[in-house]
């Protein structure tokens, strides 16, 4: 019993976690895009730092070989012109700067590798931020779109404004016509009245007709 509570407090709140999610998804996904940018901006810090250090190196390099060029220069002049022992101190030197010119060459390759590395994964994280700035523009779209079918929804899908208009139309269109019950209502009192029971019996040829005809009319022109 317990664990089938269990079970139904963590559906419950996972649905609820769901329904919250839902209502505040515009919010989390700015939230999101803003740490994307923040771990993106200390990417880049990082990068700057690793081009620097790099750029640093490279001209200590240059400096330590241009160094050692010179002095190689000048231990053959001490050679040419016997002195050894100024040749052997200069070819010391040349052998010390040939040892740091290794070492700070493996930094700079070491260097140029890591900035390679993280200058691609800036590169990629700031098109993904594009990326997800245009979805969010699309998710506020959608969720405007959503908003406006709900109230339309709730405006015209009322069933009670809905049918109620429907009613009004049908009571207009179905009200019966004034002029028409005028007419039938004396065609009644007529009847009632035997008012026109002399015109009904002259039309069926009981007697002269009660009213001129558009054929007494002809056959009166054509006499004349």
Same mark, same amino acid.
């Given at each position: 019993?317990?664990?089938? @509570?269990?079970?139904? @407090?963590?559906?419950?709140?996972?649905?609820?976690?769901?329904?919250?999610?839902?209502? @505040?998804?515009?919010?989390?996904?700015?939230?999101?895009?803003?740490?994307?940018?923040?771990?993106?901006?200390? !990417?880049? /810090?990082?990068?700057?730092?690793?081009?620097?250090? +790099?750029?640093?190196?490279?001209?200590?390099?240059?400096?330590?070989?241009?160094?050692?060029?010179?002095?190689?220069?000048?231990?053959?002049?001490?050679?040419?012109?016997?002195?050894?022992?100024?040749?052997?101190? /200069?070819?010391?030197?040349?052998?010390?700067?040939?040892?740091?010119?290794?070492? =700070?060459?493996?930094?700079?390759?070491?260097?140029?590798?890591?900035?390679?590395?993280?200058?691609? *994964?800036?590169?990629?994280?700031?098109?993904?931020?594009?990326?997800?700035? +245009?979805?969010?523009?699309?998710?506020?779209?959608?969720?405007?779109?959503?908003?406006?079918?709900?109230?339309?929804?709730?405006?015209?899908?009322?069933?009670?404004? !809905?049918?109620?208009?429907?009613?009004?139309?049908? =009571?207009?269109?179905?009200?019966?016509?004034?002029?028409?019950? *005028?007419?039938?209502?004396?065609?009644?009192?007529?009847?009632? %009245?035997?008012? %026109?029971?002399?015109?009904?019996?002259?039309?069926?040829?009981?007697?002269?007709?009660?009213?001129?005809?558009?054929?007494?009319?002809?056959? =009166?022109?054509?006499?004349?």
């Amino acid at each position: 019993m317990i664990r089938t @509570f269990r079970t139904l @407090f963590v559906g419950a709140s996972a649905r609820a976690e769901e329904r919250v999610t839902d209502a @505040f998804a515009l919010e989390l996904i700015d939230q999101k895009i803003r740490e994307t940018e923040m771990h993106l901006k200390a !990417a880049k /810090a990082t990068l700057a730092t690793l081009v620097q250090r +790099q750029r640093s190196e490279k001209r200590l390099l240059d400096a330590i070989r241009a160094r050692s060029e010179s002095m190689a220069l000048r231990a053959r002049e001490a050679l040419d012109a016997g002195r050894d022992d100024m040749a052997r101190q /200069a070819a010391e030197a040349i052998a010390t700067m040939e040892n740091e010119a290794a070492l =700070r060459q493996e930094t700079l390759d070491r260097l140029e590798t890591q900035t390679t590395r993280l200058r691609a *994964s800036v590169e990629a994280a700031h098109r993904r931020i594009i990326d997800l700035k +245009q979805g969010a523009i699309t998710a506020r779209a959608i969720r405007r779109e959503q908003q406006m079918q709900t109230r339309l929804k709730t405006t015209i899908g009322s069933t009670s404004s !809905a049918d109620e208009a429907q009613e009004l139309i049908t =009571r207009v269109i179905g009200a019966d016509d004034p002029f028409e019950q *005028s007419q039938i209502l004396s065609e009644i009192n007529a009847d009632l %009245n035997h008012d %026109n029971l002399e015109d009904r019996m002259a039309a069926r040829g009981f007697g002269p007709s009660t009213k001129v005809t558009a054929q007494d009319v002809l056959a =009166r022109l054509k006499q004349d």
